[in-house]
């Protein structure tokens, strides 16, 4: 637990850092910044900066600055971890030009070499903030006559949340995805550049020398950008001579198993609350939970909800590794250690245990019902933290989405079960067709469809060939789907929110019914696109080709994911050579050449006893609940720490793989 614990210093100390600063104060922060505080504080951002001696709370966002002037109050902190200067110029400018500040100070993540100036600035203007500041100043000066506003600009690494004892996300690269097509690798740069500046924050504060690996050609870019950063040349350099810790960093495309990330089929709990409740606002790793049942009648809703991060970080665990049937005992005794409380003598003579095999999220609701009874709301805000886990469970497992993700999981099984059989002369595309067409009598969404699509081509990846005819007919399917939903959306039929795929068909401007029926073509002919480009991912590596796998006749097929293939070789006790792990040979860097060691390692990633897999475009929460179990299985003296851009559910995937690139 040493190293992760270093990690929540880290947190720690950055945060105790940036509150030294809020005092008398307002303070804006932006969502990626937001984020992060709000797992270091278990949600409880707003607390944190009133203890700290701010003023105010604000989002740094541009729709706040209509409304918003901030009243007897001269100075200002602005909290952002944004690297574009368009931003700055934009959203603070407008901020700053509303009120009357006479100090400003702003605490970014993006370091001063990796601001995105403009060709035509000065490189004595980039160092230190420079033009920035005198930016800031100068928009300080257009709203009042004062001379001697002050600016201070201050680079702290804001870019973690640890979500659990060996799980961490990135907020700010939220959207940090591997293209399918490795010509678009350079047009993440100034996304890469900022990540691994403050990556290399991190190894800093921790004193550690990496060994970095990488497979997958984003990772590998990613790898040679921090390998070959100056400021991490010269740390690691500095390090050779001390007795130094050493750490194993492992980047990994998300894009090499789009399978996993797609699949409804999962142990995990967490995964279920992802996929069934929404998202806070501006936040991609933690969901709004109805807290109205435990105050109102059911017709009522309670405006602020709940979430699920925490400071106790068990919970977490317990919500990503134990099954259905343990989290629901859990829950249960919880809530009766509450309810069983001194204070609550009349509740507690009417509690009757119950046997773990009856208890449901019903048992569970009856139990929340009986807080209404609760006179002390010392009793609820004490126990807070455990009731709106409880409430998210239970609105999880009985949301209305349940029967969808029955039945989807339930295809699952069975395309696998039929591919694994049949290879080549699988029928299984012709069938999605069919499911494609009746989509509706079976309450599925076209986005559920295209989520089910792309687990398809990742599982059968180029070890299958699905013939034209099939491939001709889904194409068809697509077409006539979107058609249909287009239409709808014209019509204004749909009374629900939209969906981010009803969102992106109802960016194109189309009315007449034969334009339709052309967009309709042309956005099935990029989804068929992408399908194919998605099966060729893994065309490249030797061992990880193949995402099915079967240890006897006797058994079924199961699908196992490349990150538990490639956790399970690594934890092996003979440290065998791992052809898909390219590691940068540090010989070559020191000399000052810039190549790549491919397939043959001089190290293994065990050589450290801390390693951190970091997975680019995000992870899910049934492939931590993987990995921990493979740990538990190897005798093992690594640490290891999963990581990721962010926690993933299906329809993420279709958003950022299949949506996002529509051209309009």
Same mark, same amino acid.
């Given at each position: 637990?040493?190293?992760?614990?270093?990690?929540?210093?880290?947190?720690?100390?950055?945060?105790?850092?940036?509150?030294?600063?809020?005092?008398?104060?307002?303070?804006?922060?932006?969502?990626?910044?937001?984020?992060?505080?709000?797992?270091?504080?278990?949600?409880?951002?707003?607390?944190?900066?009133?203890?700290?001696?701010?003023?105010?709370?604000?989002?740094?966002?541009?729709?706040?600055?209509?409304?918003?002037?901030?009243?007897?109050?001269?100075?200002?902190?602005?909290?952002?971890?944004?690297?574009?200067?368009?931003?700055?110029?934009?959203? !603070?400018?407008?901020?700053?030009?509303?009120?009357?500040?006479?100090?400003?100070?702003?605490?970014? +993540?993006?370091? /001063?070499?990796?601001?995105?100036?403009?060709?035509?600035?000065?490189?004595?203007?980039?160092?230190?903030?420079?033009?920035?500041?005198?930016?800031?100043?100068?928009?300080?000066?257009?709203?009042?006559?004062?001379?001697?506003?002050?600016?201070?600009?201050?680079?702290?690494?804001?870019?973690?949340?640890?979500?659990?004892?060996?799980?961490?996300?990135?907020?700010?690269?939220?959207?940090?995805?591997?293209?399918?097509?490795?010509?678009?690798?350079?047009?993440?740069?100034?996304? !890469?550049?900022?990540?691994?500046?403050?990556?290399?924050?991190?190894?800093?504060?921790?004193?550690?020398?990496?060994?970095?690996?990488?497979?997958?050609?984003?990772?590998?870019?990613? +790898?040679?950008?921090?390998?070959?950063? @100056?400021?991490?040349?010269?740390?690691?350099?500095?390090?050779?001579?001390?007795?130094?810790?050493?750490? /194993?960093?492992?980047?990994?495309?998300?894009?090499?198993?789009?399978?996993?990330?797609?699949?409804?089929?999962?142990?995990?709990?967490?995964?279920?609350?992802?996929?069934?409740? @929404?998202?806070?606002?501006?936040?991609?790793?933690?969901? +709004?939970?109805?807290?109205? @049942?435990?105050?109102? #009648?059911?017709?009522?809703?309670?405006?602020?909800?709940?979430?699920?991060?925490?400071?106790?970080?068990?919970?977490?665990?317990?919500?990503?590794?134990?099954?259905?049937?343990?989290?629901?005992?859990?829950?249960?005794?919880?809530?009766?250690?509450?309810?069983?409380?001194?204070?609550?003598?009349?509740?507690?003579?009417?509690?009757?245990?119950?046997?773990?095999?009856?208890?449901? +999220?019903?048992?569970?609701?009856?139990?929340?019902?009986?807080?209404?009874?609760?006179?002390?709301?010392?009793?609820?805000?004490?126990?807070?933290?455990?009731?709106?886990?409880?409430?998210?469970?239970?609105?999880?497992?009985?949301?209305?989405?349940?029967?969808?993700?029955?039945?989807?999981?339930?295809?699952?099984?069975?395309?696998?079960?039929?591919?694994?059989?049949?290879?080549? /002369?699988?029928?299984?595309?012709?069938?999605?067709?069919?499911?494609?067409?009746?989509?509706?009598?079976?309450?599925?969404?076209?986005?559920?469809?295209?989520?089910?699509?792309?687990?398809?081509?990742?599982?059968?990846?180029?070890?299958?060939?699905?013939?034209?005819?099939?491939?001709?007919?889904?194409?068809?399917?697509?077409?006539?789907?979107?058609?249909?939903?287009?239409?709808?959306?014209?019509?204004?039929?749909?009374?629900?929110?939209?969906? !981010?795929?009803?969102?992106?068909?109802?960016?194109?401007?189309?009315?007449?019914?034969?334009?339709?029926?052309?967009?309709?073509?042309?956005?099935?002919?990029?989804?068929?696109?992408?399908?194919?480009?998605?099966?060729?991912?893994?065309?490249?590596?030797?061992?990880?080709?193949?995402?099915?796998?079967?240890?006897?006749?006797?058994?079924?097929?199961?699908?196992?994911?490349?990150?538990?293939?490639?956790?399970?070789?690594?934890?092996?006790?003979?440290?065998?050579?791992?052809?898909?792990?390219?590691?940068?040979?540090?010989?070559?860097?020191?000399? #000052?050449?810039?190549?790549?060691?491919?397939?043959?390692?001089?190290?293994?990633?065990?050589?450290?006893?801390?390693?951190?897999?970091?997975?680019? #475009? #995000?992870?899910? @929460?049934?492939?931590?609940?993987?990995?921990?179990?493979?740990?538990?299985?190897?005798?093992?003296?690594?640490?290891?720490?999963?990581?990721?851009?962010?926690?993933?559910?299906?329809?993420?995937?279709?958003?950022?793989?299949?949506?996002?690139?529509?051209?309009?």
């Amino acid at each position: 637990m040493e190293a992760i614990n270093d990690v929540e210093q880290f947190l720690a100390d950055i945060w105790h850092d940036i509150a030294g600063f809020v005092s008398e104060s307002a303070v804006y922060i932006d969502h990626a910044a937001t984020e992060c505080l709000h797992w270091h504080t278990g949600g409880k951002i707003h607390s944190f900066f009133k203890d700290a001696g701010a003023m105010s709370v604000h989002e740094l966002d541009m729709y706040n600055f209509r409304y918003v002037k901030v009243q007897n109050c001269k100075k200002v902190v602005i909290i952002s971890t944004s690297t574009d200067l368009a931003f700055y110029q934009r959203t !603070v400018k407008m901020m700053l030009e509303k009120n009357a500040f006479e100090h400003c100070t702003i605490i970014t +993540a993006a370091h /001063s070499s990796v601001l995105n100036y403009e060709d035509s600035v000065s490189l004595e203007d980039r160092t230190d903030y420079i033009k920035l500041k005198r930016d800031v100043k100068s928009w300080m000066h257009s709203n009042q006559q004062l001379q001697d506003c002050s600016v201070t600009i201050l680079f702290r690494p804001i870019f973690i949340s640890l979500i659990d004892n060996g799980l961490f996300v990135t907020p700010p690269f939220s959207d940090l995805l591997s293209p399918l097509n490795n010509a678009l690798l350079k047009n993440s740069q100034y996304a !890469v550049d900022h990540f691994v500046s403050l990556f290399n924050s991190l190894l800093t504060y921790l004193n550690l020398k990496e060994d970095i690996y990488s497979i997958g050609k984003f990772s590998e870019y990613v +790898a040679e950008k921090l390998e070959t950063l @100056p400021i991490a040349i010269d740390r690691r350099n500095s390090l050779v001579a001390t007795k130094r810790k050493g750490v /194993s960093l492992i980047f990994v495309d998300r894009v090499l198993d789009l399978c996993t990330s797609t699949s409804n089929n999962t142990e995990s709990l967490l995964s279920r609350i992802l996929c069934t409740l @929404p998202h806070l606002p501006h936040h991609y790793n933690d969901v +709004a939970i109805n807290m109205s @049942p435990l105050f109102c #009648g059911p017709q009522e809703f309670i405006d602020v909800p709940g979430c699920l991060a925490s400071n106790d970080k068990t919970l977490m665990n317990i919500l990503i590794t134990k099954k259905q049937k343990e989290v629901l005992a859990t829950m249960n005794k919880i809530l009766i250690d509450i309810l069983s409380s001194k204070e609550n003598l009349k509740l507690r003579e009417n509690l009757k245990p119950k046997l773990a095999t009856r208890i449901s +999220a019903h048992s569970l609701e009856k139990l929340v019902n009986k807080f209404k009874d609760v006179d002390d709301l010392h009793i609820i805000s004490e126990s807070s933290k455990k009731l709106q886990v409880v409430l998210g469970i239970i609105q999880a497992l009985t949301s209305e989405k349940t029967s969808r993700l029955d039945l989807l999981i339930s295809l699952e099984k069975l395309i696998l079960q039929n591919i694994a059989v049949s290879r080549d /002369s699988t029928s299984v595309l012709g069938q999605l067709s069919n499911i494609i067409k009746t989509r509706e009598k079976r309450g599925l969404d076209t986005d559920n469809i295209l989520a089910l699509l792309v687990h398809i081509y990742a599982l059968v990846g180029t070890e299958i060939q699905f013939s034209l005819q099939q491939e001709q007919q889904l194409k068809e399917a697509i077409t006539d789907a979107i058609f249909e939903d287009i239409t709808k959306l014209k019509e204004n039929i749909l009374n629900s929110k939209m969906s !981010v795929y009803q969102q992106t068909l109802s960016l194109f401007d189309v009315t007449e019914t034969e334009s339709i029926k052309e967009t309709s073509v042309k956005i099935a002919n990029h989804i068929m696109k992408t399908l194919h480009e998605i099966a060729q991912q893994r065309a490249s590596l030797h061992n990880y080709t193949s995402m099915m796998s079967k240890s006897s006749s006797q058994e079924i097929v199961r699908r196992v994911g490349i990150l538990q293939q490639l956790l399970t070789d690594i934890l092996q006790p003979d440290k065998y050579e791992l052809p898909d792990l390219h590691q940068r040979s540090p010989s070559f860097i020191s000399a #000052g050449f810039n190549l790549f060691s491919k397939g043959r390692i001089k190290h293994h990633p065990c050589d450290n006893n801390w390693i951190i897999i970091y997975v680019i #475009g #995000g992870i899910t @929460p049934e492939e931590i609940r993987e990995t921990k179990e493979i740990i538990s299985l190897f005798n093992s003296n690594c640490q290891i720490t999963i990581a990721g851009s962010r926690l993933l559910n299906p329809l993420d995937i279709v958003e950022k793989v299949l949506l996002s690139s529509i051209n309009y």
